[in-house]
Antibody, heavy 125, light 111 residues
Framework: EVQLLESGGGLVQPGGSLRLSCAASGFTFSGCAMSWVRQAPGKGLEWISAISGSVGNNPSTYYADSVKGRFTISRDNSGNTLYLQMSSLRADDTAFYFC???????????????WGRGTLVTVSS | QSVLTQPPSASGTPGQRVTISCSGS????????VYWYQQLPGTAPKLLIFRDNQRPSGVPDRFSGSKSGTSASLAISGLRSEDEADYYCAAWDDSLSGQGVFGGGTKLTVL
């Protein structure tokens, strides 16, 4: 059974940093593209980042304009874990952050067949 | 950058057929596939349609997707109360370095 479990959310001050983790199980994580999608409370979904399945040690990464230069997506294939390093956080980054698995392992597109339950990040002073 | 526009709300009565539109602003929208998600209150999104009109296993055939030019649609036939949810379209934007994009979402109410 595919399982995705996000962690690392919490309260952080504006300008601060936070690292989210997504523990994956039930599928071949190393070969599978993964994504992060967020949802501000009461608002719609926002795609924020994707990472390809590892080819060598240099997977391709993609970012939404809203987080480019501030967020970094990465993966630890030995530990079956996806990460999102967030820095220079702003109030409008407050959201539930979901990790999701690509339906087609080689595709980084928003074609996502399994999702975690999300972790809440609150940016506030 | 591509923007996907959805109506904020839609409604129907049980048994009725409803459609939700998704309009793309990029000229490349017609080239890239559209995906549809259903999000029930308090839950994670669920993939409903991939590659414009394909259903994952387990999704009832009451749900169907189509695309023509820069517009896509999700149709739900035989509407049920459990279909009341938020629906989102999504696509890939090839411009610049490439990124995903979601529509603003449509809240479907079953009257």
């Amino acid at each position: 059974e595919v399982q995705l479990l996000e962690s690392g959310g919490g309260l952080v001050q504006p300008g601060g940093s936070l690292r989210l983790s997504c523990a994956a199980s039930g599928f071949t994580f190393s070969g599978c593209a993964m994504s992060w999608v967020r949802q501000a409370p009461g608002k719609g979904l926002e795609w924020i980042s994707a990472i390809s399945g590892s080819v060598g040690n240099n997977p391709s990464t993609y970012y939404a304009d809203s987080v480019k230069g501030r967020f970094t997506i990465s993966r630890d294939n030995s530990g079956n874990t996806l990460y999102l390093q967030m820095s220079s956080l702003r109030a409008d980054d407050t959201a539930f952050y979901f990790c999701a698995k690509a339906r087609v392992p080689t595709s980084s597109k928003p074609d996502l067949d399994y999702w975690g339950r999300g972790t809440l990040v609150t940016v506030s002073s | 950058q591509s923007v996907l526009t959805q109506p904020p709300s839609a409604s129907g009565t049980p048994g009725q057929r409803v459609t939700i539109s998704c309009s793309g602003s990029s000229s490349k929208f017609g080239i890239n596939y559209v995906y549809w998600y259903q999000q029930l209150p308090g839950t994670a999104p669920k993939l409903l349609i991939f590659r414009d009109n394909q259903r994952p296993s387990g999704v009832p055939d009451r749900f169907s997707g189509s695309k023509s030019g820069t517009s896509a649609s999700l149709a739900i036939s035989g509407l049920r109360s459990e279909d009341e949810a938020d629906y989102y379209c999504a696509a890939w934007d090839d411009s610049l370095s490439g990124q995903g994009v979601f529509g603003g979402g449509t809240k479907l109410t079953v009257l």
